[in-house]
């Protein structure tokens, strides 16, 4: 099995550098064919590397003097962050010295630094947000979460090319389902943009696409691919995390409601512990960069080792499945028969 | 105590006529003042009606030639659908004869009906659709769901406005908080309509602005009100729900899976069934036309006769409250002191 390098924005994220360390480890504890470069305050990283021996082994690195906070606007971003622990970090990958890029950090900044460094794709116009979702039926991708904010239709139709590709690999579907998000399934509903990409995509071969599907088609899992705008995706992703929190804490106080529940829940403990690994968002973690000339992974700001562990093995796994030439190729064969 | 009134459209919905009869009964036993006009086909609603004694005596049927299904354009429903059970049932609330209106059929068709027949409000730019959402805290307003698939800032201004009086009656709070639905908290992420919103509620002294939200501050109850564009709000809203059942057949999965945790269940069984009440989305049918010259509530179409009874409760109470002369007052207050 090859080796695979991929390089951390250690000080990005709210509990950086300890949890990005630590999940570092975590995934390869998992994976054994993993090598880092990690980029990181020399003062903060290297004695906590010590606290991970078995990480530093395989890993190599470099001190970096500054940190892109949450603050950071995009635009200030990519000017006068040169030696920033994100910047150079994803410059590994435009080297080629890293296979991927994981970043916990400023989601903004990420984005348009991941693209001014790594660049678009070959035939990319912009590129977008991806997660797996958990449904009914298993998992789905839904994109843009939030790279663009606003969307025309001729990105929309870009975002499906892409999000299929991307489900083909992630779940293994030769001919994935793709469907817009709209606020009704019937053609004459919803925003004139949404009504013009259904057009386009009615007419696109290269797309097996289902039609609309409205908000809670994501969690029945109709559709192997949902398509939105970014601000739209951000905030059906942010409400669909806000709502299972809901449904355990309501879980959770009613069942110390009275001994007799308490009983209950000692004994069904085991069927409520597969209940929360399935909808632990940490299990999710681990956002697509979808449309660069590199794979770049976003980790969940907040998250613990056990979320940047699984993000790392995302990355890992996106290049092992060879997902950007792939992308590249979808699109040179739909560009070929237009 | 005073008779309220209520019209109903007897042939809207999924389920329709039974489970609008059957909920009106369901309601009518559970608060007595109500009195019906009931509008709809004489051949199916005559004979159902003798199922019903206890509705037959508060009712008045009136028949109705036509039904506007779900597949009918809000632009072709006010034109030539004069005798339909909706139109009529509308009506009665803009003759005086009704002091609300209650229907499960086609929203976009009830929305531009309403406008034109009962008119907007004194002072509204665009009525809006708003429901009560469950959240950690106990419930949040939240609009637009799908009345206006794009809205400018102004109109988003005024959902805050409208929002917040809907908050006063329905939560009973004084100054009910009101936040932007965004895709980030920071001042300088988001829509650019957004942005501008925020500025215009941040200038608005009669509204108590919180600031951005995200769609999980939605499930935490961070504000009393949350307003958006009706095509976010009504994936928003979709989402949640899928999201709710996505997690109880999750639970109920795995209470299944072995024969202890059907035990844990059984016992549990009280605390699991007060998670269902909090969460069904039934408890919580009832969304409010906001903004326009008369009462007129939208269950869902699907709903059940349990579903359907919380609608007629809740325009019930809607009456009760003074909802209309409150949101013109509120309306007059603010142009008076620009």
Same mark, same amino acid.
Do not use: C
């Given at each position: 099995m090859d080796t695979i390098t991929l390089a951390l924005d250690v000080m990005g994220g709210d509990n950086a550098p300890a949890v990005v360390l630590h999940g570092a480890e975590l995934a390869l504890k998992r994976q054994r064919n993993l090598s880092f470069l =990690?980029?990181?305050?020399?003062?903060?990283?290297?004695?906590?590397?010590?606290?991970?021996?078995?990480?530093?082994?395989?890993? %190599?690195?470099?001190?970096?003097? %500054?940190?892109?906070?949450?603050e950071v606007k995009p635009s200030a971003a990519v000017r006068g962050y040169a030696d920033s622990s994100m910047v150079r970090a994803i410059q590994a990958v435009a080297d080629k010295r890293a296979d991927a890029v994981i970043s916990a950090g400023n989601t903004g900044a990420y984005m348009a630094l991941a693209m001014m460094i790594l660049k678009r794709a070959a035939g990319i116009q912009r590129p977008a947000i991806a997660t797996l979702l958990p449904t009914l039926k298993g998992a789905s991708v839904v994109l843009d979460l939030g790279a663009n904010v606003e969307c025309d239709a001729e990105m929309l139709e870009?975002?499906?090319?892409?999000?299929?590709?991307?489900?083909?690999?992630?779940?293994?579907?030769?001919?994935?389902?793709?469907?817009?998000?709209?606020?009704?399934?019937?053609?004459?509903?919803?925003?004139?943009?949404?009504?013009?990409?259904?057009?386009?995509? *009615?007419?696109?071969s290269h797309v097996n696409f289902f039609g609309f599907v409205e908000g809670d088609d994501i969690a029945k899992?109709?559709?192997?691919?949902?398509?939105?705008?970014?601000?739209?995706?951000?905030?059906? =992703?942010?409400?669909?995390?806000?709502? !299972? *929190? =809901? !449904? !355990?804490?309501?879980l959770r106080a009613a069942l110390r409601g009275s001994w007799l529940a308490r009983c209950g829940a000692l004994l069904a403990r085991r069927g409520l512990r597969q209940l929360k690994d399935r909808l632990d968002p940490r299990n999710h973690n681990g956002a697509i960069l979808l449309g660069l000339d590199g794979v770049a992974v976003k980790s969940h700001g907040g998250t613990d080792a056990h979320g940047f562990a699984n993000a790392v093995l995302v990355a890992a796994d996106?290049?092992?499945? %060879?997902?950007?030439? *792939?992308?590249?190729?979808?699109?040179?064969?739909?560009?070929?028969?237009?």
């Open positions: =990690l980029f990181g305050s020399e003062n903060e990283v290297k004695s906590l590397l010590d606290l991970h021996p078995e990480l530093a082994k395989v890993s %190599q690195f470099y001190p970096t003097t %500054q940190v892109i906070d949450a870009q975002f499906a090319v892409i999000g299929a590709v991307y489900a083909s690999l992630a779940l293994h579907k030769t001919q994935p389902t793709v469907g817009l998000l709209n606020v009704g399934s019937e053609d004459l509903k919803g925003k004139d943009t949404v009504k013009e990409a259904a057009q386009r995509l *009615r007419a696109n899992g109709t559709v192997d691919v949902v398509v939105t705008d970014g601000f739209t995706g951000n905030v059906a =992703l942010k409400t669909a995390e806000g709502t !299972v *929190r =809901l !449904v !355990v804490e309501t996106l290049v092992k499945q %060879q997902l950007k030439p *792939r992308i590249i190729a979808e699109l040179a064969r739909m560009r070929g028969s237009d």
